[in-house]
């Protein structure tokens, strides 16, 4: 059983940075893929970030290019989510995920979720 354990929401001012963390266990994830995506009231779930643990290839969705990074402890089995220049429309509770069946963009090839973290970006 895999288990992914999200920290680091909170509420920011727009222009302020927050970093997010993804802590994995129950498995190592050397050869394979997690990802981050995020969910605002009423809308679909929405690719962020993603990275192919083996290969360290990094993919990240339009929106956040240039003001999102994302980096990972091997040691730690973690996953960070680096998020400078926050806007107003970054707020959404934002979700780590591991292990895609399909296309790393795609939140239904995903099986393995953490429960979330509220991220709030003010005005």
């Known amino acids: 059983q895999v288990q992914l354990v999200e920290s680091g929401g909170g509420l920011v001012q727009a222009g302020a940075s927050l970093r997010l963390s993804c802590a994995a266990s129950?498995?190592?994830?050397?050869?394979?893929?997690m990802g981050w995506f995020r969910q605002a009231p009423g809308k679909e779930r929405e690719f962020v970030a993603a990275i192919r643990w083996s290969a360290n290839i990094r993919y990240y969705g339009d929106s956040v290019k240039g003001r999102f990074t994302l980096s990972r402890d091997n040691a730690k089995n973690t996953m960070y989510l680096q998020m400078n220049s926050l806007k107003p429309e970054d707020t959404a509770v934002y979700y780590c995920?591991?292990?895609?069946?399909?296309?790393?963009?795609?939140?239904?090839?995903?099986?393995?979720w953490g429960q979330g973290t509220q991220v709030t970006v003010s005005s």
């Open positions: 129950g498995r190592t994830f050397s050869t394979s893929t």
């Open positions: 995920a591991a292990d895609p069946r399909g296309l790393y963009s795609d939140y239904r090839a995903y099986d393995y």
